[in-house]
């Protein structure tokens, strides 16, 4: 079987591709099952059943071998660049080195010792398979709130040693690049919230990004969303993996915090747990008051980030929708949340909760 969740890609660029860049707009490669299963026997000594798994670039598969052990086997869009490929991989083998506590996948090398095989479809890697159920599919809680954040500074901390020429580079979904989301915008289909999101937008790049460049910078995660939280699923407020590392990227280490918390908001009570997820990360990563001020607004810079991207996305992919929109309600209530609260107040409840209050 041919595996392919995308249209095909437009056949003339525009000023959203160059927002955007290659992997954002290209769909995914059509590759053949048979041509990784050739891959995986010939390089890693691996065979089984593969099964399809969700993914936004990549080609992901849930490998279950002859002898029933199972793997994450992923084939890299071929329009990454081997410096991007890079850097992703050998952020596992760093932070698995520096923190084996951690649960992120490991890296299993091929016979050859490399960090994947190098096919003409792309870079196939191979990683242990982490047990568990996406934390978007148990009930959330506040104890659920205080695991994320102790995890995520855990990995802030793991990932401060780590450094690769490939790290400074542009991901849209990068928060500090909220300025270049004004193409996007008019995607919102809502008028009322592509007002509000276009109008933030002007309003990040006049004040919020001039202050950035005086935070502490550092290889992030980016991304540690609740899809991409693993927990127990007789204990869901046990985390049992921390994946995707493909939106790796050098930020304002507030920046990824501000992501994570912006899945952390429950609309009927959004400081209170919010402000048990800023407590957590502190107790194991402090921040500085500089970027607790900042916190609200990158919060609502994720949201609106979300909202525009997967917009644009949705209507350019519509076969690959429900995925690519999976976390626009979050969002959208978040957004609302936000109005409700107001920065002073935020601000004041973060400063409180990164103190231990």
């Not at 995914?28 to 670039?57: F, S, Y």
């Not at 490998?63 to 050998?90: N, R």
């Not at 979050?330 to 909760?353: E, S």
Request: charge should be negative; proline fraction near 8%; charged fraction near 20%.
């Amino acid at each position: 079987m041919t595996r392919s969740l995308q249209n095909p890609q437009p056949a003339t660029a525009s000023a959203t591709d160059d927002a955007l860049g290659a992997l954002l707009t290209l769909p995914k490669p059509e590759v053949a099952d048979a041509i990784i299963e050739r891959a995986l026997a010939a390089h890693w000594g691996l065979t089984g059943r593969m099964e399809p798994l969700a993914g936004e670039r990549d080609l992901n598969f849930c490998l279950t071998t002859d002898q029933g052990g199972k793997y994450l086997v992923k084939l890299t869009h071929p329009a990454e660049s081997l410096g991007m490929t890079e850097f992703q991989t050998e952020a596992l083998v760093h932070v698995a080195d520096t923190d084996p506590t951690i649960p992120v996948p490991l890296v299993i090398r091929p016979a050859d010792g490399a960090l994947w095989a190098a096919l003409p479809e792309g870079r196939l890697r191979v990683y242990s398979w982490l047990s568990g159920v996406p934390m978007h599919l148990t009930p959330r809680s506040d104890a659920q709130a205080v695991a994320s954040g102790d995890a995520l500074a855990r990995l802030t901390k793991a990932l401060a040693g780590y450094s690769h020429p490939a790290a400074d580079h542009v991901l849209l979904w990068d928060i500090r690049q909220t300025p270049r989301l004004m193409p996007l915008l008019p995607s919102i289909q809502d008028p009322e919230l592509r007002e509000e999101a276009t109008a933030f937008v002007a309003r990040f790049a006049a004040d919020i990004a001039p202050r950035l460049k005086d935070l502490p910078w550092q290889i992030c995660h980016a991304d540690l969303n609740p899809h991409n939280l693993l927990v127990d699923q007789g204990q869901p407020d046990q985390i049992t993996g921390l994946l995707d590392f493909g939106d790796m990227v050098w930020t304002p280490r507030i920046c990824d915090m501000a992501v994570a918390a912006a899945y952390q908001i429950d609309p009927a009570r959004p400081l209170e747990r919010l402000s048990l997820f800023v407590r957590a990360y502190c107790a194991v990563q402090p921040l500085n008051a500089s970027e607790l001020d900042l916190l609200f607004d990158l919060i609502t810079a994720r949201m609106v980030t979300t909202l525009s991207i997967t917009s644009w996305r949705a209507a350019r992919y519509p076969e690959n929708a429900p995925y690519i929109l999976r976390n626009a309600p979050a969002a959208r209530a978040g957004l609302a949340a936000f109005r409700a609260i107001g920065a002073d107040a935020a601000a004041r409840a973060f400063h409180l909760a990164a103190k231990g209050a």
